[in-house]
């Protein structure tokens, strides 16, 4: 033979198969890379609304008291200025700070769930679970109420200039409340968003409640003791953490800014 | 026949783990509660709003770092997850300054 074949000892990478690279298991890595795309679904929405709320005129104090007008874009806090129960009064940002801290305090709680699946103590799953569906709930029924108010509108309405294509003129009409065609808060725009990215958002938690309690009925049935493993807690538990984070933006750029 | 169950053994909690996560909880509580005081003692404006995001990425950094565990994970998920997240900064900036651009005169 007038070949030899070399005895190459090739050292196994970390990328050459067999391993984890990234060092966590096939599930928990693509739900990773789901978040990855919501993310740039959420943040396309958000800059949209951005772009657009930058390119309409703001409100310009020297106006005086500020007005609600399809001229300028509202100040937030003027809008979501109300509580349930207390009709009339004026609590701008209480109602959605306390949402805020339902969402977060059951994203604790979700946290508190994956602690106990490293346990495997199954008791304690449940428990925080069941509060995690619980604080998912409430921020739906909030939201729901906030959604009302929003489309059912406030005592006074606001004079909007509608072009009739009947007579052809322009005329006043008396907006209450907000649909995806007129509102009177401001630009039709600003209704628009905020039914689209409060909406998303909320469809989000929704369905985050339902794999929720998919895993509380997993948990209670005894599939993960049999499995071995609580390792599905931690994947939804990703998915609920990133409610609360795109949340937390939402708050910032819808509500605060 | 009997059935022969897998032997479950409960670790007992880890309070040092759980004292870390009411901590985080606190942190975020508090950064949100600077952002009440903000939103109603400073006049609306870039200053504001810049205040605002960092407060905002200061939320987002606890929640993605500590609650979804990234701040533990391997470089190359971290990187991996965080560095895309420039495209997206980008855009911000730039839809944002296109917009102020496009309001009629």
Not at chain 1, 108 to 116: I, Q, R, Y
Not at chain 1, 158 to 176: L, M, P, Q, R, Y
Not at chain 2, 26 to 36: M, P, Y
Request: net charge negative.
């Amino acid at each position: 033979m007038d070949h030899s074949t070399a005895a190459v000892t090739h050292e196994k990478g970390l990328w050459d198969g067999g391993a984890s690279p990234m060092g966590i298991s096939y599930g928990k890595l693509m739900m990773w890379f789901f978040l990855m795309s919501d993310a740039f679904t959420f943040s396309g929405l958000l800059i949209t609304y951005g772009l657009v709320r930058s390119s309409n005129p703001a409100w310009d104090p020297a106006l005086g008291e500020f007005f609600f007008s399809t001229a300028h874009w509202p100040i937030p806090e003027k809008v979501f200025d109300a509580i349930p129960f207390f009709h009339g009064v004026e609590a701008p940002l209480v109602f959605v700070g306390f949402m805020t801290f339902v969402l977060i305090m059951s994203s604790v709680t979700m946290v508190l769930a994956v602690e106990a699946g490293h346990r495997m103590d199954r008791a304690a799953v449940e428990k925080w679970m069941l509060w995690t569906i619980i604080g998912g709930l409430t921020f739906l029924s909030c939201q729901a109420w906030e959604w009302t108010h929003f489309i059912v509108g406030t005592d006074t309405p606001t004079v909007s200039e509608v072009f009739n294509v009947k007579t052809g003129v322009w005329d006043k009409i008396n907006v209450f409340g907000a649909n995806l065609h007129i509102n009177q808060y401001g630009p039709p725009a600003f209704a628009d968003f905020f039914f689209f990215i409060t909406g998303f958002h909320g469809f989000h938690v929704f369905s985050g409640v339902l794999l929720n309690f998919l895993i509380y009925y997993n948990a209670v049935t005894g599939l993960y003791d049999r499995r071995g493993h609580y390792e599905m807690v931690e994947k939804v538990g990703l998915y609920w953490h990133f409610v609360d984070l795109v949340w937390v933006f939402v708050f910032t750029f819808f509500y605060l800014v | 026949m009997a059935h022969k169950e897998p032997e479950i053994v409960v670790l007992p909690p880890n309070t040092e783990k759980i004292k870390q996560l009411w901590r985080v909880a606190l942190i975020l509580g508090i950064v949100t509660g600077i952002e009440f005081v903000i939103a109603f003692t400073l006049p609306h404006g870039p200053a504001k709003t810049f205040l605002f995001v960092i407060l905002t990425i200061v939320k987002a950094g606890y929640i993605v770092g500590e609650f979804m565990h990234l701040r533990y994970e391997v470089k190359v998920l971290f990187w991996a997850v965080l560095i895309p997240m420039i495209f997206v900064v980008w855009m911000l900036v730039a839809f944002v300054y296109e917009g102020t651009k496009m309001i009629p005169n």
